[in-house]
């Protein structure tokens, strides 16, 4: 492949290098040129108008040329130093009828050696520029008129809103999966409007706005769409951003237009994605301050109040950061009703990986519900990601049709990233990763109310992790107790503790692991009022924030000191439970690590085993004798 592109580039850089010495080359010639004529023609010397009649008629000058505005001509004298003529150059500005000149020249110029040149007629003064003008304003007008009109000259301020109609890709609720109380509160935007009558004879009147709320990648934009294709209307689709421009007032023209344009094409459904960039709450810059976003979000309000809702015109907005929006513009009569389009549970998630799975061909003893119960947290946006590498996967290994291990290693590159197989490790540094890896999924098996341990791999991944434990919850949990935020930090804390136990120290792979620990012992003291000290306070402003900043701490320095101690407190008595499990099953700890040491990665079903075989031993141990899982 090589042989055959590196001809070509050579020829193309020879023409390239061959041009730019012919350009060089003709610049030297020319300057060159200029040189060698200013040399030959020797010195110009500018005269005032009266000094060059008094040198005429002395009889000085030896040849003129005469100009429009000009006069240049040469001396009878020459250069003492060179011996070369001398030039002349007159300015002939406000003398043009100075009709005694050519009877000078006729009388002092020797042998009439001077030329005369007309002054410019009536053709070129007054008819070559208008017709050249002319032709200007004809190209013009050319230019503008298949650009789109006059219109077009000022594009910049009319709305940048894509416009869908029936003729465009349908999109219906049955391509919405996972979101179905959402489609409920929908649809009744849909039959409105099909039907707006049947709510206008009842005095009832439709939502003017719908806000989506909802997390990146939930789907919002997929329903604003949906609600368009059910109802069979035109769908004007835009992001917040597009309305912000450098001009200030060109935000206000575009919703102008917006509205405008939706009001000729109604009934018409508008959808503005990520609402939040022109809807944050006016004065946020400082007192005083008015800038083009709070403009813009002025006229907005104006046109949501202007509009009648029963002409067929209903405003659907996304945003995933409703703390941030200005409460003028989501009080009722605006945006009546917010939906939140939350993350899928279980079903949801299901649902959605059969939407995006119709086109790809499946093994027939795959169980989607097997993959949702491992992707907890996924949004849609995840799931359409994860069926694609799954899909990418599979054609790599050479397969006809997708199974489960692919999802399974799609899913962890999506968490974890691409294995690092290459990777170079020494035989300490494995050890090492082994035991760490193997003491979080110990004490996690070992504590109740913790994720069942689906994966443990020592094999490197893409965001820098030297190895990984997979957790995968049995159901979608939306409340955490105190008994399983504690047993959380003890499996975080198993890691650097197997290390400790079974090398002698600790390494700085846990830093992660400490940070996570850390932050989940200070949420239970601060947020969520698990200290036995401190009592069921919250100790957080009302901000929406869960990492709040110097600014928004609500405590004293001495509340701040016992804070600091429970959160220690915590941290202490997880490491003390870790560190009795992994004391207690240290023959399970070593078995663990020497199995990931042999094939860097055991599934369930392998540390299952590895954990009954472990009880059983134990059970056989005689009582008095003391076996290793004694204190447990």
Aim: charged share 25%.
């Amino acid at each position: 492949m090589s042989s055959l592109k590196n001809p070509p580039t050579k020829s193309r850089r020879d023409r390239q290098r061959l041009i730019l010495g012919l350009l060089v080359s003709g610049g030297l010639f020319l300057a060159l040129g200029m040189a060698v004529a200013l040399r030959l023609q020797g010195p110009v010397k500018t005269l005032p108008y009266g000094q060059f009649r008094k040198q005429l008629e002395r009889g000085e000058i030896a040849s003129v040329r005469l100009g429009p505005t000009l006069i240049e001509g040469r001396l009878l004298a020459v250069n003492p130093q060179d011996g070369r003529p001398i030039h002349f150059r007159v300015s002939r500005v406000g003398m043009e009828h100075d009709v005694d000149l050519i009877r000078l020249l006729d009388v002092h110029i020797p042998g009439g050696d001077y030329e005369a040149e007309t002054g410019p007629s009536p053709l070129q003064t007054v008819v070559f520029p208008g017709a050249l003008f002319l032709l200007m304003l004809l190209a013009f007008s050319w230019v503008v008129s298949r650009s789109g009109g006059m219109g077009s000259a000022m594009a910049f301020a009319k709305s940048r809103a894509r416009v869908y109609t029936g003729n465009a890709q349908r999109v219906t609720f049955e391509d919405v999966a996972g979101h179905d109380e959402v489609v409920i509160e929908l649809k009744e935007i849909v039959e409105f409007l099909q039907t707006p009558g049947k709510y206008c004879s009842l005095g009832g009147r439709v939502p003017k706005g719908v806000l989506l709320i909802g997390a990146p990648g939930t789907g919002k934009t997929l329903l604003a769409r949906a609600v368009a294709g059910e109802a069979g209307v035109p769908f004007f689709s835009l992001s917040g951003s597009d309305f912000v421009e450098l001009f200030v007032g060109v935000g206000a023209s575009r919703v102008r237009n917006l509205f405008a344009r939706a009001q000729a094409k109604a009934p018409c459904l508008i959808f503005i994605d990520e609402l939040d960039a022109i809807g944050k709450a006016r004065g946020a810059g400082g007192p005083g301050s008015h800038d083009e976003r709070d403009q813009t979000l002025n006229q907005l309000l104006v046109e949501m109040d202007g509009f009648d809702a029963n002409r067929g015109i209903i405003l659907l907005a996304a945003t995933n950061r409703p703390e941030t929006l200005d409460q003028a513009l989501v009080r009722p009569g605006r945006f009546d009703r917010q939906v939140v389009v939350d993350r899928p549970d279980l079903i949801g998630r299901e649902q959605i990986l059969k939407v995006h799975a119709r086109a790809v061909p499946l093994e027939e003893t795959i169980n989607l519900r097997q993959v949702a119960a491992i992707t907890p947290g996924f949004v849609g946006a995840d799931l359409a990601n994860l069926v694609n590498e799954a899909a990418l996967l599979a054609a790599r290994r050479g397969k006809t049709t997708v199974g489960l291990p692919e999802f399974e290693e799609g899913i962890e590159r999506l968490i974890a990233g691409p294995e690092k197989r290459q990777r170079l490790l020494r035989r300490e540094e494995k050890n090492r990763i082994a035991f760490h890896e193997a003491g979080h999924a110990l004490v996690a098996r070992k504590l109740p109310e913790t994720d069942p341990v689906h994966k443990i791999s020592i094999i490197g991944r893409g965001n820098g992790a030297l190895g990984y434990t997979l957790y995968r919850p049995e159901e979608d949990r939306l409340l955490h107790t105190r008994t399983s935020l504690e047993n959380a930090v003890s499996s975080l804390l198993g890691g650097a503790l197997a290390e400790e136990l079974a090398l002698g120290e600790a390494s700085d792979g846990c830093s992660s692991d400490l940070r996570r620990a850390t932050q989940i012992a200070r949420r239970m003291v601060v947020e969520f009022g698990m200290s036995p000290v401190l009592g069921r306070l919250n100790y957080l402003k009302d901000s929406g924030l869960s990492s709040p900043t110097a600014a928004e701490l609500s405590w004293s320095e001495q509340t701040a000191r016992e804070i600091d101690l429970e959160v220690r407190r915590i941290i202490d008595e997880a490491q003390a439970r870790a560190r009795i499990i992994l004391q207690g099953h240290r023959e399970t700890l070593d078995e663990i690590a020497a199995r990931l040491i042999e094939q860097e990665t055991v599934d369930a079903a392998e540390l299952k085993a590895i954990l009954e075989n472990a009880e059983c031993r134990t059970e056989d141990t005689p009582r008095g004798v003391g076996g290793p899982g004694s204190e447990s």
